[in-house]
């Protein structure tokens, strides 16, 4: 008797084999059910996307101009400009990354590298989780009570620290998940050629990490650039040309909140290009820190 009889004549044959093409057909099925959903979604995302970017295109480069980068702010009518709060977004926002991107750099360096399952680290990972979530808000509150109410008057230095304060959890997580990420093998190799932890860290570990910690500082620069709440309980806002940071400082996302708010149409056009700038600052930004780092590999 041959070998396909035998199979053919042992009993549930038949049976297991109806059985693993209803198998197969429910799992095709769910697949495709699966596949479908997630273009759906994609395809939401997209829609979503590219309608924000549209209206914002459509409604910010209409009114942006020479004349809006390279002007002051005005009263309503008088054709004014948008320079003293982008320099003001550009100082605040840059003194506020350079103060919370070494903090958040060792920190996230130490929860990895020196803390991973003590109490102490944990402490400091539960806190930092609790910091990224919590609403800018609260951090203004915060900045307000320790850095405004004591030194009588709201600053640029205070918009900065509560900049700093957002930037700071960010900078954490991204450094600390991208360091866990490196294979134990690339520390052991440094170690066995007698080089100290801290070189290892600094020399190889910081380096072979350093497109994820970059997105993650450009993460934490994109969130900043638009925040309104933490500015209004420390720097204010100034609709004169300033640069002194221990006065009331200007800067883009407070001027957008007051202009599109406002009933004057001038202003909701400077508005809509303040959204515009912000958004092609933290794009451009984006795509220089990239290129940057895929020219060092």
């Known amino acids: 008797m041959s070998a396909s009889m035998q199979a053919s004549s042992m009993p549930g044959r038949p049976r297991d084999l109806r059985?693993?093409?209803a198998l197969g057909r429910r799992r095709r099925r769910t697949d495709m059910a699966v596949r479908a959903a997630c273009f759906v979604a994609t395809g939401i995302g997209l829609m979503f996307l590219v309608s924000i970017l549209g209206t914002l295109i459509w409604n910010g480069g209409s009114a942006l101009s020479l004349?809006?980068?390279t002007d002051v702010t005005r009263p309503p009518g008088s054709n004014g400009g948008l320079l003293n709060p982008i320099i003001g977004s550009l100082i605040q926002t840059f003194i506020g990354t350079a103060i919370g991107t070494p903090i958040g750099l060792l920190v996230g360096t130490y929860l990895a590298e020196y803390a991973k399952n003590t109490p102490l680290?944990?402490?400091v990972r539960f806190v930092s989780?609790?910091?990224l979530s919590a609403p800018s808000i609260l951090i203004g509150l915060f900045v307000y009570q320790v850095l405004v109410v004591p030194f009588g008057g709201f600053s640029g230095w205070a918009g900065a620290v509560a900049l700093a304060i957002i930037v700071i959890p960010i900078v954490v997580r991204t450094t600390e998940d991208m360091l866990r990420l490196l294979p134990d093998t690339l520390r052991e190799a440094v170690i066995g050629l007698g080089a100290p932890?801290?070189?290892m860290i600094t020399l190889v570990c910081w380096r072979a990490a350093?497109?994820?910690i970059m997105t993650g500082v450009l993460l934490a620069i994109a969130r900043v650039a638009g925040e309104t709440a933490p500015l209004l309980f420390t720097s204010l806002g100034n609709l004169n040309w300033s640069l002194s940071l221990s006065a009331p400082m200007a800067s883009l996302p407070l001027t957008i909140y007051a202009y599109a708010g406002s009933p004057y149409q001038d202003w909701i056009?400077?508005?809509w290009a303040g959204a515009l700038i912000i958004t092609l600052g933290v794009l451009g930004l984006n795509i220089f820190a990239r290129s940057l780092l895929r020219r060092r590999k």
Do not use: E, T
Request: charged letters at 15%.
């Open 210 to 212: 350093a497109s994820g």
């Open 19 to 21: 059985a693993s093409a």
């Open 121 to 123: 680290g944990n402490a």
């Open 197 to 199: 932890k801290w070189k």
């Open 67 to 69: 004349h809006v980068l």
């Open 129 to 131: 989780d609790i910091l």
């Open 269 to 271: 056009a400077l508005a």
